[in-house]
């Protein structure tokens, strides 16, 4: 009830204007989450489930590279600042003596080896936890991921400090829940991307988000401490806010919210480097058709998405300089480091080709087998879980490739009947394209770099999962392929080989480390 | 286009048939999948008891019953002193590669002192890379004894992987001592299926983790199912 003076106040006032009351902040985000479709909150959940199993079912440390990301987050929270590059790890006390405790060393990379399996062995991991040690005295894998941007592990910061009166197994199982969570926006961001693409086949859009939702490796990584898990996410919001700009028109906000998803993917990984290119062009392409013509104002709103996704990352690199003490630009002092290995470009690029394909004839042969899309990519894809050591009987590889064919052949029945449609979205698609060669060329640069210094490849399906709303794309276009009649049963059914492949993928990880 | 024209132009009798196909589509391929699970896991569990703690990092002997023309190196028999082989060991599983498209010949004994506690049966080959013997009896006690793997036929050769270890540790061959150990997998008698680990699986499950006990395989169990039922409940509308 307004009182007196109110009531004065009120009187005196001139006739406003009437100009809506900003409204706080929470409230918009009550509006903007009320927005998010059904289908997409679900399919996420089922994301978020789903790789909350896997972050359970793995034991500690037994996911690639997870020991080094830790390290990173724990470093970031003790030290109030990330990692610098070193020349070799030095894990904290507290970190090295739980991987004892957890026999680490005897399993990682050797799949005949179990978990803890016995009480007596359970009590020395309990005692040797509560031990505890110090957890200030490591640097951070500075070696391993000292050069990477600390936004993931800014995030992670959060659930380790709420796990730090707990053991290092709390933590790791805390920050692994906070991973699954991103797998819930990469999987939303995914259908999102799906329902602006393939507007007119809405059941497609499901089949997509789910494909992607229950595909085992994403799902195993998804529950794993790794800094990619924030890169896919950050890559599938900006493959939706393309999508949205090639269907409803570049503006101010829409470049913003561009700019600001790949700024998220450039301070979760350097990979995310590899969306650069893709990204300007769709900028582009999109400026040119709000503009129709070339001129200057073409460029602004390309240029603004790009200066907000620039900003952060020359924030970092100012800090790095001045605040940090790392390297300005701290990738280049790590493993991405050429110099003395004096690359050339002919050779890189026929490694590149390999290490998609195969050799052609009159190639320089690189050590990466005779067909790289089938023994590195397809069998990756299968399933290569814990540090790349547990894998299906050879078997299981070769009959995936009946669904994958018929994938693709559903595919391009679909891809042939919509060719008109296709055509005339060129522009749209070739952008996708560069995304998707860029994500691509900057793994196998990578994984050049690696050849030359240690003359061993980093080739793992896990850093194309950028990619994956481009891979639920396909799923979601293979379904149609059936016409009005079989399009329900197609979708249901890569829906189902899904299901399939991830259930049996954990009965396998059941029994590597528990049978 | 609109982003929901596609559904929304559709009769309403069209939009049921085709959730009713879905939905069968679903009932059948997680029936197949429920019957695919069950007859897996009624298959041989070979459930490990345990391993001798030798990675299979290495080659670290060749071994054929014609070592001579086996080229240099090769011997025809291995045996590894200071084995635990647990009570209720029903066969051995040695990291060996072969020529897999014929029946791997080779004996198995497991000795305790100077007495030959008992023999492997019929050899077979079994993962990858592996060879499987099981023994003639599970084992009532575990035993600290020797285990000797012997070549038989001699157009055959069989390269047994392990690790390096100190230099009075190795395996013995021919009166002398390897440079490494051949890794080895001490696993329950046969005729179990995987039903009948299931309780040990899940124990080992329990252990390991942030927290322990049969919480923990039942919470995978119970985030898994909910994660596919959600899935298949939104597919099962997803056009709606």
Redesign the interface.
Known sequence: MATGAQRQLSRRRPPARRTPRPRPPLARLRTRLARVPR?AA??A???I??A??WS??V??FQMPDEPAHYAYAEYLVQHGQPPASQPSDRRSSSEEAALEA?KFH?MQS?A????????Q??AQ?RAALSAGGSRADGNGAGKEVGGEPPLYYAYQAIPYALAGG??V??R???MRLASALVAGVTVLFTFLFL??AL?????A???GA?GV??APMFAFMSGAVNSDNLLYAASAALFYLLARGFRRGLDGRLAVAIGAALATALMAKVNAFGLVPGTALALLVLGRRRERAWRPQTLALPALALGVAAAPVLLEMALNATVWGRPVVGATAGNFRTSALHPQLGSALSYAWQFYLAPLPGMSSHPLGPFALRELWIRGFVGEFGWVDT?F??AVYDVALVPVAAIALLLGRTLLARRARLRARIGELASYAALAVGVMAFVASASYVSYLRYHESIAQVRYLFPLLPLYAALLALAAPAGG??W???L???I???A??H???S??LV?AR??? | MDASAGAEDEPQDAAGERRRRRTIALAIGFALLALGVVATLSRDAKGRIRTNGVPAQAVVAIASADPGGAGAGAVRTVCQDRELIPSGTGAIRIALTGFRRVPPRLSLTVSEGEAVRDAGRAARWDADADVLVPLAHPLARSVVGSVCIAALAPEQRYWLRGAAVGAFEGARAGGRRLPGRVHLEYLAADGGSWWSSIATIARRMGLGHAWSGASVPLLIVLLTLTSIALGAWQLARSDS
């Open positions: 289908g679900i399919c959940l089922v994301a489930l789903n909350a199993a359970v079912l034991p500690a957890l005897e050797f005949e080896e179990g978990t803890i399996w016995s009480a062995e359970q991991m707990g053991t197994l709390d790791v199982q805390l329902r602006e507007p007119a086949v809405p059941e859009w499901t089949v789910l939702a229950f894998f009987s050879r009005r009649r399009t329900p049963v979708g249901a059914a829906v189902v080989l299901v399939a991830d259930v049996f954990q009965l059941v480390y528990y049978a």
